[in-house]
């Protein structure tokens, strides 16, 4: 399995990014795919989360209204746009993947089987 991350960059703030994370070796709509990111020094958050389906949607309360989570099943391939850019937005964006369990949405490291190499977004003040 691998993911591919790609798309960022250094930006002003107030601009925009859309991250891509594609994905092989695995059967893509049996997941649900998610995007964290960590600062320097800091944890790996959660960023966003969706079902297998594309039918649920989840944000942290950061970058709800900011960020949109999609994905494109025929190209195994999930996006992460971002609107309206803040310089505390600066990490190592990572997409992963979670076997689809049919419940909430996964929100943790622990519940996600494969990860992507990361990207790294730098928004400038």
């Known amino acids: 399995v691998q993911l591919q991350a790609s798309g960022g960059g250094l930006v002003q703030a107030g601009g925009s990014l859309r991250l891509s994370c594609a994905a092989s070796g695995l059967t893509f709509s049996r997941y649900d795919m998610g995007w964290f990111r960590q600062a320097p020094g800091k944890e790996r958050d959660f960023v966003a989360a969706?079902?297998?389906?594309?039918?649920?949607?989840y944000y942290t309360d950061s970058v709800k209204g900011r960020f949109t989570i999609s994905r494109d099943d025929v190209k195994n391939t999930v996006f992460l746009q971002m609107d309206g850019l803040k310089p505390e937005d600066t990490a190592v964006y990572y997409c992963a993947a979670a076997p689809s369990r049919g419940l909430r949405l996964p929100k943790n490291t622990h519940e996600y089987d494969y990860w992507g190499q990361g990207t790294q977004v730098t928004v400038s003040s």
């Open positions: 969706i079902n297998w389906s594309g039918g649920s949607k």
